[in-house]
């Protein structure tokens, strides 16, 4: 009963026209714009829509403006039509005249499951030169201008249990965890993708977090390292803010990232070069610090002395017991 991938996000904001301009100048392609409405569309064909807060079309769930509903695509109609009647055996659902269903994860947030048809995106980033690894001779990189994100890699929001929603997902519509980030929460991954995430749930009681369910950040994902930061240097030429973290490497799913302050809610984040798995991947357990980076452009001074090498295979998924899974430190 595969899922894709995000088919669509539904933000509710308080300024639409300066999240346009926002979501315009980050490099989504504008779709449609109405009075109330702005509607992006990616070039694998998931969405971005821009709706006003106090537009009935919203759906009730979170307070804060951000992500309000995250619709999930669907391979075929039977595989809808399967995980709806898993979904209302177990809790309350609607099903529209569009074929969208409807209902909440235990936080709250709305989740919506839709047909949907991805469109596979190829891009070729330039090859990588080393001492004695010459992959370009006589051949410059490509110059770029602008970021234009290609793909809705993952999306975050905040929830009272990480493990509780985590389950919800895993058990209703057969995500994958990807990684269990210790005190901070579970990366998911979609049954029908192989981004190494599609959706990242953190405890909503972590260090400056508000302590109630809110969206936290998406991410876009870009070719690579180039396209990421001059996306970035373009945004603060604009007048945008990085975010907290502002541009490094993960090095849980190994991604390159660069986080803008997003007036829409939340932060948007530049994504490149993440790591992309499949069934054969064994779930890991990480130190919350040793997960978060590699390497940083600027490191907060929160995450700038606890870098304890912790790491090991997760205990829930090593076959008879935790033999292979001590920790690495
Ligand atoms: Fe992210």
Known sequence: MPILGIETLLYGVEDLDECTRFFDDFGLPQHARTDGMTHYRLEEGSNVVLRLLDDPALPKGFKDKGVKEITWGVDTQESLDALADRLEAHQEVTRGDDGVVRTK?????????????????????DPVNAPGHVKRLNVQR??????????ITHTVYTVPSPKEEFEWYRDMLNFR???????????????????HHNLFLINMNFGPLPGYPVFHHTNFGVEDIDELMVGTNYMTRRGWETGALGSGRHRIASALFSYIESPAG????????SDYIDDNWIPREWNQVFATYSWMHKIPQFLGTDQKWQYRLHPSYVPNGAGDSEWEE
């Not at 110059?143 to 994100?149: I, M, N, S, V, Y």
């Not at 939340?266 to 490149?272: C, F, L």
């Open 177 to 195: 965890m990807s990684e269990e980030q210790i005190g901070m929460g579970f990366y998911l991954r979609c049954d029908g993708a192989n981004e």
């Open 142 to 151: 490509k110059w770029k201008t602008r970021a234009r994100p290609k793909i």
């Open 105 to 125: 994860a235990p936080s709250g947030m709305n989740v919506a499951l839709k047909l949907w048809s991805r469109k596979k995106v190829t891009y070729a980033p």
């Open 266 to 273: 939340g932060e948007a984040e530049y994504g490149a070069d």
